[in-house]
């Protein structure tokens, strides 16, 4: 099997499964279905890759689009402009997974017999910066916590929102086409054919007689942007999707372990560790720090209790210095005076 024309009955399929949200980009050829583009990352990632992007060269390549389609329209450089096409759609869906349904829209184009409408694609652009603000807003408003901060449900926010016309978006959270397919509940290799850069998708049959053990997964082809939005986030309302600050580089990132998580999982700029390395670190630094002062305090209290018994000190005496040591170790504590000092003034 030779490489397809990958702009002919091409689809974007959605899922959530195993915490995972995946994207992928099929064709049909020959009654095979090919795999063109496939990402799974961790429930909630997509949106918050989504929203910290910056993605006008692509809206740029979207709006270019009108030309081109012009062009094909007249009959100018049809073949060269539906090779250009074809790169298009590939890119687009390898910038975001978001943008595979672009490329499922060139398909469409592609398979036009009649003159391809041309703002096809351009069109989706506003539809896209709605989609960035509206996903900008749930995050923070809706689907996040801060420390110490509970309160409403997420799914009564998001209700709360819609109805005091926060969200741009008020429409039930409705799309089209779920379909619920048998999926391996397992990790599974795809086989690639030698002559085909994409690999195949096994077939039911194929799967039940390697024995690979399925499961049932609600696939969405979105047939609109809008399906895809409200997929994704009537997705994580369900499935309590929730973003926190992290406290090294104040974005949000999921959740997806711990709730006490504080960092994310970003590279911090011109270096190698992530946010949460690094707030590993600090923890362990401030940590090595308050040792040596909660020791000095330690062993200053023992000594100066046993005063107490040796009579070279009253009650009343210790007490009264014992209120005040606290005082200068929790100031030391918080870095207001120096370990050096805090202990010259408990040897005093
Ligand atoms: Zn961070």
């Known amino acids: 099997m030779s490489n397809p024309d990958i702009l002919s009955n091409t689809s974007l399929r959605v899922y959530f499964q195993a915490k995972e949200e995946t994207f992928e980009l099929q064709t049909v050829v020959d009654n095979k279905k090919l795999q063109i583009y496939s990402c799974s990352m961790p429930l909630g990632e997509s949106a ?14 979207l709006r270019n689009t009108e030309t081109i389609f012009l062009e094909i329209n007249a009959g100018l450089q049809v073949k060269a402009h539906w090779e250009e096409l074809h790169k298009l759609s590939v890119k687009l869906v390898r910038r ?31 539809l896209y910066r709605q989609m960035h603000d509206n996903l900008t807003l ?14 409403s449900s997420f799914v009564d926010r998001y209700a709360d929102l819609m109805l005091t016309h926060q969200l741009a978006d008020r429409s039930p959270l409705r799309y089209s086409t779920v379909v619920t397919e048998f999926l391996p509940a397992v990790p599974f290799p795809l086989w690639k054919t030698e002559d085909c850069d994409y690999p195949v998708i096994p077939t039911l049959q194929e799967l039940r007689a390697q024995e690979v053990p399925l499961e049932l997964v609600d696939s969405l082809y979105p047939r609109s942007l809008q399906d895809l939005y409200h997929y994704i986030i009537a997705g994580y309302l369900k499935q309590g999707i929730c973003f926190k600050i992290c406290k090294n580089c104040g974005r949000y990132f999921t ?3 711990s709730m006490n998580a504080e960092y994310c999982d970003r590279k911090i700029e011109g270096s190698q560790k992530t946010c949460r390395q690094m707030g590993a670190v600090r923890v362990y630094q401030q940590k ?4 040596p002062i909660l020791r000095l305090y330690n ?50």
Not at 99 to 126: E, I
């Open 48 to 61: 918050i890759s989504f929203i910290y992007s910056d993605f006008e060269e692509t809206y740029t390549a």
């Open 96 to 126: 975001h997974p978001y943008f595979g349904f672009a490329s499922q829209m060139l398909s469409q184009a592609a398979g036009q017999a009649m003159a391809v409408d041309m703002r096809l694609l351009s069109r989706l652009v506003p």
């Open 138 to 151: 749930l995050v923070k408003k809706c689907m996040s916590v801060q420390d110490g901060i509970r309160g």
């Open 255 to 257: 959740v997806t372990g």
């Open 288 to 291: 090595q720090m308050k040792d």
């Open 299 to 348: 062993r200053a209290y023992k000594t100066h209790n046993a005063r107490i018994r040796y009579g070279r000190m009253t009650r009343e005496e210790f007490l009264e210095w014992s209120t005040r040591a606290r005082a200068l170790r929790d100031k030391c504590l918080e870095g207001q005076i120096s370990a050096a000092d805090f202990e010259m003034w408990l040897k005093e």
